[in-house]
């Protein structure tokens, strides 16, 4: 039986425009099933954030979360939380992946953070958590 912790668990921003389309975008090429989704603002977020030394309120991050609530859990932030997520994905999402990752770590996390300080105000913000669709409504936690 397949249990949460076999699913990598991707933390966003739940009121930003950007990290919703992210989720929508993953939901659309995750064809093995394989992520869940909690947003930063969940209690769950908080708690799996604590047990890193990262504060929840930072929304400026995108994490995934891999063997969660496991011993060896382990968290991606950033750049490599997003070559994680493409690479997971497969087909030419890996390939991306791989490009992105011939940089080094500082000047991916500097064209993450770019983009992460202007997000509200290209993309735009929610007033709150968009509440997803019954039909993937399961592969939200928290």
């Not at 382990?74 to 490599?80: C, D, Y």
């Not at 997971?88 to 300080?117: C, E, F, H, Q, S």
Request: aromatic share 8%; charged share 25%; hydrophobic share 45%.
């Amino acid at each position: 039986m397949v249990g949460l912790r076999d699913h990598p668990v991707l933390l966003y921003d739940g009121v930003c425009g950007l990290c919703n389309r992210v989720v929508q975008f993953t939901l659309r090429h995750d064809h093995r099933d394989v992520f869940r989704f909690a947003a930063l603002q969940s209690e769950l977020a908080e708690r799996v954030l604590a047990r890193h030394g990262e504060a929840a309120s930072d929304l400026n991050s995108v994490y995934v979360v891999l063997g969660i609530r496991d011993a060896g859990e382990q968290l991606l932030a950033r750049s490599e939380a997003v070559i994680y997520l493409f690479r997971t994905l497969g087909g030419g999402w890996k390939a991306l992946a791989a490009i992105y990752g011939l940089l080094p770590r500082r000047v991916r996390d500097l064209l993450y953070n770019m983009v992460a300080r202007n997000r509200y105000r290209v993309v735009g913000k929610h007033e709150t958590c968009p509440v997803p669709d019954p039909e993937v409504r399961e592969k939200f936690l928290g």
